[in-house]
């Protein structure tokens, strides 16, 4: 992922810019979320840090732009650019292990395999085997698709009787 | 002692809260500065697009996309219940941040269809686009600004504008532009979920009660006419888009299983005439539209050299 260029060591522009966490998930940094794609040093010596926005209308993403340049400035890095990466869009599936444990023991049901291919429409309720991240208990049901923010859904354990919040499969 | 004890505490209180406003400006999401949503992306436009037409598209696109998300965003603090109050905002919030890319896009393809605002004005082109064109600029299916009826009404529409936007976006994603591609894969995956939510919802208010699905029999009378329109294309999308004539089937299949499972009939109604050969994809609009961008518009207008 890192490629190094002479006269500045990316791998560390790498490990500051991956400590940086998500507003909304503060238990994620954004590496771990998979919004963190590269590092690079552009023609004139700037660094280009490049960022895949997780919903087209998330309103956290302007939010990370800011707390990478000023995570990176204050390290003594300059000038940093963000750079925004459309392609290949963010999926769920790109939430690391460390991510997903991280989710867990926040209270937060991590994602399912992102499905591929032809869309089918679904009229039922989704299945989807999640585990309440309080109790444990595999009896849980949706409450709504539709989150307190654009990447989860509102769960409910029917054996604890906890809500929860469930990352969406994207 | 007491009192002197829960003063102490409130003040420290204040304190922490102010020390955080203080250091963490960055944190407020408004307030800061304009940001380019395409910033860093290769706007360039492909060998064998015509810029314009791209352009024209985009804002067909991300005119339907505005135009419906306002209407959802009213829908705020209305719904039936708490869930679904925020998943109609979420909805409206994919929507937006589609219609800020695809206008951002369009105004990279061609300059010349932004509004000029006053010298120093720090508006970015999207915005100038969303908030400073008049109902004639704008380029939406008519179905997308109809006012707002009731529950079984947004369902309807709903299940009927995100089934079209789907099988389009699926589609785009082999777009030949970058942008528009990549703003298209991921819509397809936001759009899937609203479609579900319309589904699920449209046939629940379907095996409901005889009120539920009178209503619904309604919404569908209201949303049916203006179908028509969804499949009717223009020479930009036909050239440089999808022609909207060649989903129009896998739409029907769709849209005739929902039906199907929810044991309702599709309304034979005519459609939505055309006023002097045009509809909205070529500005013609209804009232309604006047007045929905007279109420999105006016904080902006008053203030066109503002910073948020």
Request: a negative charge; aromatic letters at 6%; proline letters at 6%.
């Amino acid at each position: 992922m890192v490629a190094t260029l002479k006269g500045t060591d990316l791998q560390r522009v790498w490990a500051i810019a991956s400590e940086v966490t998500d507003p909304e998930l503060p238990m994620l940094t954004l590496a771990d979320l998979g919004v963190l794609r590269n590092v690079e040093q552009d023609a004139v010596g700037a660094i280009v840090v490049s960022i895949t926005p997780t919903y087209t209308g998330c309103p956290a993403m302007a939010a990370m732009r800011d707390d990478l340049v000023r995570r990176l400035t204050e390290a003594g890095i300059a000038p940093v650019r963000v750079r925004v990466q459309l392609s290949p869009p963010w999926t769920s599936d790109w939430i690391s292990d460390e991510g997903r444990k991280a989710l867990r023991e926040n209270g937060i049901s991590p994602p399912g395999t992102s499905s591929r291919g032809p869309i089918a429409l679904t009229l039922k309720p989704k299945r989807r085997a999640i585990q309440c991240p309080q109790c444990g208990s595999g009896d849980t049901e949706v409450t709504s698709e539709f989150g307190s923010t654009a990447c989860k859904a509102l769960y409910r354990c029917r054996a604890c009787g906890e809500p929860f919040d469930h990352l969406k499969e994207h | 002692m007491n009192d002197i004890h829960i003063q102490q505490d409130a003040e420290d209180a204040h304190d922490n809260a102010y020390a955080g406003l203080l250091s963490n400006d960055a944190h407020w999401a408004f307030g800061t500065d304009f940001e380019d949503p395409l910033a860093g992306v290769d706007t360039t436009i492909p060998d064998g697009l015509d810029a314009a037409e791209l352009a024209q598209y985009c804002l067909m696109l991300g005119d339907d996309a505005l135009v419906y998300a306002h209407r959802l965003s009213e829908w705020t603090s209305r719904a039936p219940d708490l869930e679904e109050d925020i998943a109609i905002a979420n909805l409206a919030l994919d929507l937006v941040g589609q219609a800020r890319l695809l206008l951002a896009r369009a105004a990279a393809a061609d300059s010349s269809i932004v509004p000029v605002l006053p010298e120093g004005s720090p508006v970015p082109d999207e915005d100038r686009l969303a908030f400073f064109r008049e109902a004639g600029d704008f380029r939406n299916v008519r179905l997308a600004e109809t006012p707002n009826g009731d529950f079984a009404e947004l369902v309807t529409r709903l299940l009927v504008l995100s089934t079209w936007r789907l099988a389009i976006f699926e589609r785009l994603v082999g777009h030949p532009d970058a942008v528009v591609s990549a703003i298209a894969a991921k819509g397809v995956k936001e759009l899937a979920y609203h479609r579900d939510f319309a589904g699920r919802w449209f046939v629940t208010l379907a095996g409901g009660t005889s009120e539920s699905r009178r209503r619904l029999t309604d919404a569908m009378r209201a949303v049916w006419p203006l179908i028509p329109e969804l499949g009717e294309g223009t020479d930009t999308e036909r050239t440089v888009g999808v022609d909207p004539a060649a989903v129009a089937l896998e739409v029907g299949v769709v849209l005739d299983q929902v039906l199907a499972v929810g044991g309702m009939t599709a309304p034979d109604v005519p459609g939505l005439a055309r006023v002097r050969g045009r509809a909205g994809r070529q500005g013609m609009h209804s009232e309604a539209l006047s007045r929905m961008l007279a109420e999105m518009q006016v904080v902006a207008r008053a203030h066109p050299r503002g910073r948020w």
